[in-house]
């Protein structure tokens, strides 16, 4: 009588358990089934390089872009790749320089990972970098800079003292008396201490890349971080140049460059003959844009002379064909502004990559 209860208990128990696994069995498998799919989602968003909270708006992105100042062609071109990435805001995208940078960067790669081959490639980026620069002339047009105390540290700059030499520099810090710059050195490398009251012509480049100039005289000089700073007096009268056709960027590399002599109907802008003389010349890069060069050597060509330069901006070398503009004279030779007038579509992407800092 006794021995019932005991076996029903056990019966009970053995019943029961096979349940409860099941269920928890169950929780596991749902558990992972969802963690499988976050992660494929995660992946598949990756590949295209779209958010997954964003929606692509067609007929806002080509009133941006319009707005913007882009082509018909350039903003359908620009199209694709804004779906693929998921461009949600387009007004904001447009507006804003550094978002804007990051869209292109994004189309950049999006072209390298698939483009049908190389030819394909170079079309494509030309197509984008052509975009890029219409956005760039554009921005140019509107803002602009009239007081140096405007300026930010870290702006480079060029100043031309007495005697027409041209030195590099950069803003170090912008103070309420004047700016502090970095000073133009010796061969050395020690710097050349200009008197006070020297007078200067002072160049430099804004957002938007484009160029102003303006006047200004050597106030002092102070100690800043150990290093000489001279110190040049503000100016109110800053005027703006003409607007470049192609962005630039500073750049200090070193270069090959050949004189190339031309007949005199080439030189005239007539078919004619033109050759690359043996005798290589080494020169730094100072800046570089999708329309030339700016090279300082010990001995620049002179101006209305064409050069063939082989450069590298990252990646392999390149080879352009160009015409000296003209010379700045410098404490060592001079600073050669040059115009390309042969560059391979190649050669162009790769300095455009380089400019805006989209291989990098």
Not at 8 to 37: M, R, W
Not at 44 to 51: D, E, F, L, P, V
Not at 68 to 96: C, I, K
Not at 160 to 180: D, H, K, N, Q, R
Request: net charge positive.
């Amino acid at each position: 009588m006794i021995a019932y209860p005991i076996l029903a208990q056990v019966g009970s128990t053995s019943l029961y358990a096979p349940k409860s696994s099941t269920s928890s069995d169950t929780i596991v498998i749902g558990l992972i089934v969802a963690v499988v799919a976050l992660i494929l989602f995660a992946v598949i968003r990756n590949q295209t390089g779209a958010s997954p909270h964003s929606s692509f708006n067609k007929s806002a992105f080509r009133r941006a872009a319009r707005e913007a100042g882009l082509s018909e062609d350039e903003l359908r071109f620009l199209e694709e790749y804004a779906r693929v990435l998921g461009v949600s805001n387009p007004d904001f995208t447009f507006r804003n320089p550094q978002r804007l940078d990051a869209f292109f960067k994004d189309a950049f790669k999006q072209i390298e990972k698939t483009a049908s081959s190389e030819a394909d490639a170079d079309d494509r980026k030309a197509r984008l970098f052509a975009a890029r620069e219409s956005l760039t002339r554009a921005s140019a047009k509107g803002g602009g800079v009239s007081s140096t105390r405007q300026l930010g540290r870290g702006v480079p700059l060029t100043f031309i003292a007495p005697g027409e030499e041209s030195y590099p520099s950069v803003v170090l810090a912008v103070e309420p008396s004047g700016l502090a710059v970095e000073p133009a050195t010796d061969s050395y490398g020690e710097a050349l201490r200009f008197r006070r009251g020297t007078k200067l012509s002072c160049f430099f480049y804004a957002k938007g890349h484009q160029g102003y100039q303006f006047a200004s005289r050597v106030i002092g000089w102070e100690k800043m971080g150990g290093k000489d700073a001279m110190v040049i007096a503000h100016s109110e009268d800053v005027s703006a140049l003409p607007a470049r056709k192609h962005a630039r960027r500073e750049m200090r590399a070193s270069c090959t460059f050949y004189r190339v002599a031309v007949s005199t109907a080439m030189a005239k802008g007539k078919k004619g003959k033109a050759k690359v003389e043996n005798i290589p010349y080494l020169g730094t890069i100072t800046d570089i844009s999708a329309g030339g060069i700016g090279i300082q050597c010990a001995n620049p060509l002179a101006a209305g002379e064409y050069a063939k330069i082989v450069f590298n901006t990252g990646g392999q070398d390149q080879a352009a064909f160009a015409k000296v503009l003209r010379t700045n004279k410098a404490k060592m030779g001079g600073v050669m502004h040059l115009q390309f007038v042969k560059i391979s579509r190649q050669g162009l992407n790769a300095v455009l990559s380089y400019v805006y800092g989209y291989a990098e």
